[in-house]
Structure formats: C-alpha cells, structure tokens
C-alpha cells in the first residue's frame, strides 16, 4: 500500500513563529488599550469600539494565512501546510470564545447586560457590540442557548489543541488522531452555532440590528457580517483538511501494520556464520 508520506512533526519556519507571537502581543494591547482607556474616561466608547472592530481582526486573521506561506527553501506538501492551518484556527477560534462568551454569559446570567449602556465601561467590549445587535443587551434565551453552545465548543477545541501540541513533541503520528477527531467535533458544533446565528435573524428580518451608533455600513456589513463571517468560512477549510488529515493517519497506520504483519511472517533469510 503505497501512501505519500506527509511530516506533520517538521518544525515550523522561524518567520512564521514569530509572526504568530508578534499577533499574541498585538491582540492582547489592541484590546487592553483602548479598554483601559474607555475605562479611564480617556477615550469615547462608540468610537473606540468601532476602533478595536477593525484593528482587532489584524491579530486574528494574519495568522491564518501566514499558516500555508513556506519559507524560501522549504517544501511542505498541501496536507502539511493545512495541519498548521489547523493548529493555528482551533486557539484563535477557542480564544474568543473563552475570553468574550464567558464572561458575557455570566455577566448577563447576573443581569448586568441587561440594558447596559455607554456608562457601564467595565462592560464595554460586550456592551460595544450589543447596540449593533441588540439580543446581546436584552437578555436574548436563544442567544444565551446558542453562546452556552459556542463556550462548550470552545472549551472542548483548546483542550483538543493542548492534546495536539502534547501529540506533536511525541513524534509519533497515532496520537494526532484523537485530538483532531475532538477538533472535528468542537468545529463541527461550533460551526452550526454561526449558522443558527446568522439564519435566525434573517428569518427575523434583521430586527434585533440597530444602525444609529455608527452607520448602517459600519454595524451591518461589519460588525453583523464581517465579525461574524470568519467563523462560518473557516470552517470550511479547516474541517474537510481536518478529515483528510484523520484519514491519511488511519491509512498511514494500517499500511505500517501491513508491512509488519508482512515482515513478522517472511523473515528474511540470514545466512549461514560458516565462521
């Protein structure tokens, strides 16, 4: 049974681990800067909102495809470039909806989203998004039900990425299988929460969006599409990948055993020591 060989244990080009660091860092002051200084009274909300909207999705979406760029010199095949593409998408996905679906479903279990406006700054990266679709402010069930979803999706894909990182200092290609199986799942789940997302308002008529903030432009075709839209699309190209990465191991695996079985039961003949 003759396989093309894929490495997924390679390391990764130096160009593209820093790029990857470089995006940490740069989330992390795009978001805690302009809160702090809503927080501060330094900076308007609306505007600083629409600021963080935009620049946020630097962090987010460079390295996705900073993932399938090889280095001069390096050769990775499609599979290969995909497995990183992978790894990549399963903690930007899990980060956001650890980081921001968490804590606004305790918030709102507690009511404090209930109604917040521009004064509650503390809540200022929830409250942002929710005077553009106004589920998130009135306590919504069918938002609460989807976003529980989308949180127990995410917890399930960063562990799932920590098994995975665990799998590739192993070096050995069996144990990618089970964290990838769970990522498959986890995407799988949270893929269909987009999508109810998306589906529900558009059967509402896009009632629930408000565009007086900043512009039926901005709130619309950013904030409800843009923002949203990355989840819906990249799924599409990590699950397929995902699932054909499962089914080369599997492949990979039985054809090892195969020439196992094969050498177990003709050995080779050694000679003679005529010594």
Request: aromatic share 18%; glycine share 8%; with cysteine.
């Amino acid at each position: 049974m003759e396989i093309k060989a894929h490495n997924f244990f390679r390391p990764w080009a130096p160009h593209r681990i820093r790029i990857y660091q470089l995006m940490l860092i740069l989330g992390v002051l795009i978001t805690f800067i302009p809160w702090g200084g809503v927080v501060a009274g330094i900076f308007d909300p609306r505007l600083s909102y629409w600021a963080w909207g935009i620049l946020i999705y630097i962090p987010l979406l460079v390295p996705l495809f900073v993932a399938w760029w090889d280095a001069p010199g390096e050769n990775r095949t499609q599979l290969e470039r995909a497995f990183e593409f992978i790894v990549i998408w399963f903690p930007v996905t899990a980060s956001s909806q650890i980081t921001w679906e968490i804590p606004y479903l305790i918030l709102d279990a507690l009511g404090y989203m209930n109604g917040a406006g521009p004064e509650n700054v503390g809540l200022w990266i929830w409250w942002g998004y929710g005077i553009v679709d106004t589920r998130y402010l009135t306590s919504d069930p069918s938002i609460f039900g989807m976003e529980c979803v989308a949180v127990l999706g995410g917890l399930t894909l960063f562990r799932a990425f920590l098994q995975l990182r665990k799998a590739m200092q192993s070096g050995d290609q069996r144990n990618l299988i089970a964290p990838l199986w769970w990522g498959f799942f986890s995407l799988s789940l949270m893929w269909g929460v987009v999508l109810i997302y998306f589906i529900e308002e558009i059967y509402n008529g896009f009632g629930n969006l408000k565009y007086d903030h900043y512009g039926y432009a901005y709130s619309f075709w950013y904030v409800f599409v843009f923002m949203n839209i990355w989840w819906a699309i990249a799924p599409l190209i990590a699950l397929p990948y995902t699932r054909k990465i499962i089914d080369y191991l599997y492949r990979s695996e039985l054809a090892r055993e195969l020439t196992s079985k094969s050498v177990s039961e003709n050995p080779a003949v050694v000679p003679a020591n005529k010594g």
